[in-house]
């Protein structure tokens, strides 16, 4: 027992290793500390009621756990963080560190890996099982009120527990996804150390653009979504879109978010038809005009009926009949359909993020070891690092490697 932070006594708990959040990374990194230095090495201090509510929710509920193509070019941030851990954790120690723990994976397209039960549960479920084999208690509804460090170890301090540990190891994720107890409390313990994060963005996300058509909310198609600043092209994607009262969304969407609020003059031009070029299309537009008769149709056989009638009413042809359009409207619905555009407004809100761009970069750690370049034996991962990946299970990828690296880099 000791005087706390209001002179009450409080319950001292002393450690080796004190992980801060258990999400993915932190889960990850007490199990690697677990397995080196035994039962009662390692502690995991959760602010939630309980551990991996993120991870819960991931995949849709089914928990897309890692991608075999797991390379840097998958990848934004600080490359030399990114490197290291790639080089250091492939997609098959990943399905090694789960297979210790009994999860088994099952493989589905363009490399994305999910547990064979389907259930993100599952994950979760087993890692805190060998948690539990390990003797790695967790600590949860642990509010922090301060951390101290002393000469060789640190106090992380609640209302009632003391937690001394030697080292201590930063995991509490980025601001992405506030329902699911994200905050940016861990940016701040660090800034208290001397270490802040680059700028801080939402990533993954749906866009809001000043285009809103109301018709389309819940309309999908397959395309390519490209992004331009002003002239210049800086991205694009390929995949389902779906559209939305408020602008558009689907992976290929979230791929393409990070990069908008970096744009002085963002647009994006959604291509519906994109194995069709421009001229090709126009041809078979003129042969539609013969087929049917108002201009309101003229797409009826070709795209979804919503976004069809939303194409030719943004062009202004909804009160023509096929008769009336000239070959310059043809020209132009041909060009509307392969660059239907939504101008994005500026996004600050993480509430949809399912990532956070920005973070910890390497002027701040060692990216071997991720531990702290200034303060010895603190060490930080996951996504409060400056690294996020595309959709497809690489940012849980990075997560967990991140964390088992801190796990095998404590000494
Ligand atoms: C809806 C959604 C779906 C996603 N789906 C996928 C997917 O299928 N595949 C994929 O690769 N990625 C997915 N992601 C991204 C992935 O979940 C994250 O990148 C990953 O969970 C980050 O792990 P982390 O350990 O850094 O943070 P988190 O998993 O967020 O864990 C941080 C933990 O720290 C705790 N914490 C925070 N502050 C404190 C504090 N002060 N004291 C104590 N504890 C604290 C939090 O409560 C939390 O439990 C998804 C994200 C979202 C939001």
Redesign the pocket.
């Known amino acids: 027992m000791c005087n706390g932070v209001d002179g009450e006594f409080m319950e001292i708990k002393r450690v080796k290793i004190a992980v801060?959040?258990?999400?993915?990374?932190?889960i990850a990194c007490a199990i690697t500390c677990g397995e080196r230095f035994g039962k009662n090495s390692t502690v995991i201090?959760?602010?939630?009621s309980r551990?991996?509510?993120?991870?819960l929710?991931?995949?849709n509920g089914r928990?897309?756990?890692t991608n075999r193509n797991a390379l840097p070019e998958h990848y934004h941030g600080d490359e030399k963080i990114i490197k290291s851990v790639l080089e250091k954790f492939s997609p098959n120690d990943c399905e090694k560190f789960f297979a210790r723990m009994g999860v088994l994976f099952r493989d589905e397209d363009g490399g994305r890996v999910y547990p064979y039960s389907n259930q993100a549960s599952t994950v979760l479920d087993g890692m805190r099982m060998y948690c539990a084999k390990l003797g790695v208690p967790e600590i949860c509804d642990?509010e922090?009120k301060l951390i101290k460090k002393h000469k060789d170890f640190f106090s992380v301090i609640s209302q009632n527990i003391v937690i001394q540990a030697e080292n201590i190891v930063f995991?509490?994720?980025?601001k992405?996804?506030p329902s699911?107890?994200?905050?940016d409390?861990?940016y701040s313990?660090l800034k208290d150390f001397g270490i802040t994060s680059t700028t801080l963005k939402p990533a993954l996300c749906p866009i809001h653009a000043k285009e809103k058509y109301k018709n389309l909310k819940g309309v999908r198609s397959k395309g390519t979504v490209t992004l331009f600043d002003g002239n210049q092209k800086i991205i694009s994607r390929d995949g389902e879109i779906q559209f939305t009262d408020y602008g558009i969304s689907g992976i290929c969407v979230f791929d393409i978010s990070r990069f908008v609020s970096d744009c002085k003059n963002p647009k994006i031009f959604v291509d519906v038809m994109k194995e069709y070029s421009e001229n090709h299309l126009c041809d078979y537009l003129f042969k539609c005009r013969k087929i049917f008769t108002n201009a309101d149709d003229i797409l009826t056989g070709t795209l979804n009926k919503k976004l069809a009638q939303v194409i030719v009413q943004v062009c202004g042809f909804e009160k023509k009949s096929c008769k009336e359009l000239s070959e310059n409207d043809i020209k132009k619905l041909a060009h509307t359909v392969k660059h239907f555009t939504f101008t994005p407004l500026k996004n600050d809100d993480y509430s949809y993020a399912?990532?956070c761009a920005g973070g910890i970069s390497s002027k701040y750690v060692y990216p071997d070891t991720l531990m702290s370049k200034s303060v010895k034996n603190l060490y930080i991962?996951?996504?409060?690092l400056d690294v996020d990946?595309e959709c497809g299970?690489?940012?849980?990828?990075f997560?967990f490697g991140s964390?088992i690296i801190v796990g095998k880099s404590i000494k």
């Open positions: 801060i959040g258990g999400g993915a990374s932190g201090i959760e602010r939630q551990v991996g509510k993120k991870i929710a991931t995949g928990c897309n756990i642990f922090i995991a509490t994720g980025s992405a996804s699911l107890g994200a905050n409390s861990g313990f399912q990532v991962c996951g996504e409060l990946g299970g690489y940012n849980l990828h997560a964390g």
